[in-house]
């Protein structure tokens, strides 16, 4: 079986140990940056399962075409599932139309004086903007009155740069990371709250939930019903109204997962391509 592993960031923790594993399995594994690629009409080499390492935020017109040859084989995540989701907007329209609670939001394009912002803020007092491509934490920032939220879409506006989604801040109980592989593996995370600030890298404290609440175990048997995915980590906020799906991450990271559990992801990830891809 010859496997590709399409990554800009191959020295990364998980390209490397998809990598590592690939060699365990005596795979035929190309890592190839795909920004030294030539798009070809007939391209040479031909791949029977791609693992395709590109983030929504590395996604462009570039990688969309090059992705669309048929030369990848069996893409694990495929692209028409990280372009359905390729940014945190798509994500909660999606999430909303499949019926699944999420937070409110509001994507704000030209000056931030529309009578539909003023009806939206005046809903609640405290605020999240978000950079609406952002990850890991990135870009979040925490609002403390309608004021402060108005003074930053302001000098978004004039910057130009008004790819961000307003969401009013919630009263975080819980929050989990979910990490789905095909059907069989699911591990949970409990992580420290900042409604979408939380990550492996910014050193919250994180617990390894063996046993889940019932509730949070429904929803994720709803989600695994409602999309054909190959891995997946979702990010779920719990208020005392009850669960919100906040983020749905195709190209997850599982450092942290490794370390805290002693599983070898690499290896599930890979033996699930593999599987998916006959």
Same mark, same amino acid.
Request: aromatic content about 8%; charged content about 25%; glycine content about 6%.
């Given at each position: ?38 798009? =070809? /009409? &007939?391209?040479? $080499? ?6 395709? #390492?590109?983030?929504? !935020?590395? *996604? ?62 005046? =809903? /609640? &007092?405290?605020? $999240? ?6 990850? #890991?934490?990135?870009? !979040?920032? *925490? ?136």
């Amino acid at each position: 079986m010859k496997c590709s592993l399409l990554s800009l960031h191959p020295s990364h923790y998980a390209s490397r140990r998809l990598a590592e594993e690939a060699t365990r399995l005596k795979l035929s594994l190309d890592v190839i940056d795909p920004s030294t690629l030539v798009l =070809t /009409h &007939q391209p040479q $080499v031909r791949f029977d399962v791609t693992l395709n #390492r590109l983030s929504v !935020v590395e *996604m462009n017109e570039f990688y969309s075409a090059l992705l669309h040859q048929d030369c990848w084989g069996k893409q694990v995540n495929s692209l028409e599932l990280k372009l359905r989701w390729r940014d945190k907007a798509h994500q909660l329209i999606w999430l909303a139309q499949n019926g699944f609670k999420t937070i409110p939001f509001m994507s704000i394009r030209g000056k931030p004086e529309t009578s539909g912002l003023q009806n939206f803020l005046s =809903t /609640h &007092q405290e605020w $999240v903007l978000k950079m609406n491509r952002g990850q #890991r934490g990135i870009g !979040v920032h *925490m609002l403390s009155s309608k004021a402060e939220l108005l003074e930053w879409l302001e000098t978004l506006w004039r910057m130009g740069d008004q790819d961000f989604i307003i969401q009013p801040k919630i009263k975080v109980m819980h929050e989990w990371r979910v990490s789905l592989i095909g059907r069989e593996f699911m591990c949970v995370l409990k992580r420290s709250t900042s409604q979408g600030k939380a990550n492996a890298h910014l050193n919250q404290e994180v617990e390894w939930v063996k046993e889940l609440p019932t509730h949070l175990s429904l929803l994720i048997e709803k989600f695994k019903g409602s999309v054909g995915f190959d891995y997946l980590a979702l990010d779920i906020l719990e208020d005392e109204s009850g669960l919100y799906l906040n983020d749905l991450n195709t190209t997850m990271g599982f450092e942290q997962l490794e370390k805290i559990t002693g599983y070898n992801i690499a290896r599930l990830i890979l033996d699930q391509s593999i599987r998916a891809s006959h």
